[in-house]
């Protein structure tokens, strides 16, 4: 008798990253917090602004609060 061999497929983080672009892009893009909530998100995550500029590939001036 031949034994069965199960195959397991693990995400790659790309996959991962897929699936949640995916997910992002069936919220329209007009239901952002205001930017006092935007600016207070950011902040308790610590982060500053010229890193969510640098992961988006914009400038800082363009990311604001």
């Excluded at 919220?27 to 500029?53: F, K, M, N």
């Amino acid at each position: 008798m031949v034994g069965l061999v199960s195959r397991c497929y693990l995400p790659t983080e790309n996959d991962l990253f897929g699936a949640v672009d995916a997910l992002l892009e069936q919220v329209p893009s007009d239901v952002l917090p205001p930017p006092a909530e935007r600016r207070r998100l950011r902040e308790a995550a610590g982060l500053g602004q010229t890193q969510i500029a640098t992961a988006l590939g914009t400038w800082r001036e363009a990311v604001g609060n």
